[in-house]
C-alpha cells in the first residue's frame, strides 16, 4: 500500500485493520471454548455489507491513503478467511448469519473446534493459552476439557 499510494503509513493501517479486524470473534469464542456453549459466529466486522461504507469513506475523504489502505486491510482480510475457512460460501455477508441465527453448525463445515486446535499446537503460545482456558472455565464452573465432545443443546436451544 505504500508503493501504490505513496504514503508510507498507508501500510501500517492496512496491516492494522486486516489483524484488528478479528477482534470481532472474542465473544463467539468465549462462549463456545470458555462457557461450553454451541457456537455462534456473530461477527459484527466480518461482513461483507461493510463495503459500501468503506468505499464512501475513501471517496468522502478525498481518496486518503489511510482510508484507502484500511479499507484494502479489511477486503484483504474477508477474502483470505473467505478461501482458508472452511465455511458456507455466504458466511461473511452477516444477513445471511442472522437468517440462519448466527448458528455455527450452519456456518461452518466440518471441524468446528479447528481454530482452537490450531492455537493450542503453536509451541509455547498453546499451551498457556489452554492453561489460561482451563483457569476460565474453571471460574465458570465448567471442568470438562474444551475439546470434548460438544454437549448437546436441546432442539431450539442454545
Known amino acids: 500500500m505504500w ?3 505513496g504514503e508510507p503509513m498507508a501500510l501500517p493501517a492496512t496491516i492494522g485493520v486486516g489483524v484488528l479486524i478479528d ?4 465473544p463467539d469464542f ?3 471454548w470458555v462457557l461450553d456453549k454451541p457456537l455462534r ?18 471517496w468522502l475523504s478525498g481518496w486518503n491513503p489511510l482510508a484507502i489502505g484500511a479499507s484494502v486491510g479489511f477486503l484483504g ?5 473467505q478461501v482458508a475457512n472452511p465455511v458456507h460460501p455466504l458466511t461473511y455477508f ?12 450452519r456456518l461452518v ?7 482452537l ?10 499451551k498457556h493459552l489452554l492453561s489460561l482456558l482451563l483457569w476460565m472455565r474453571r471460574v465458570h464452573g465448567i471442568t470438562r476439557h474444551p475439546l470434548a465432545e460438544p454437549l448437546q443443546a436441546p432442539p431450539g436451544r442454545a
Do not use: M, Q
Request: overall charge positive; glycine content about 6%; some cysteine.
Open 3 to 5: 508503493a501504490v499510494t
Open 30 to 32: 468465549y462462549r463456545r
Open 117 to 126: 486446535r490450531w492455537f493450542l499446537a503453536l509451541p509455547v503460545v498453546g
Open 94 to 105: 452477516i444477513s445471511y448469519r442472522a437468517k440462519v441465527g448466527f448458528r455455527g453448525d
Open 41 to 58: 459466529l456473530w461477527l459484527a466486522f466480518h461482513a461483507y455489507e461493510w463495503l459500501p461504507l468503506a468505499a464512501a469513506a475513501c
Open 23 to 26: 477482534i470481532d470473534h472474542t
Open 109 to 115: 463445515r466440518g471441524d468446528e473446534n479447528a481454530t
Open 77 to 81: 482480510h474477508l477474502l483470505c478467511d
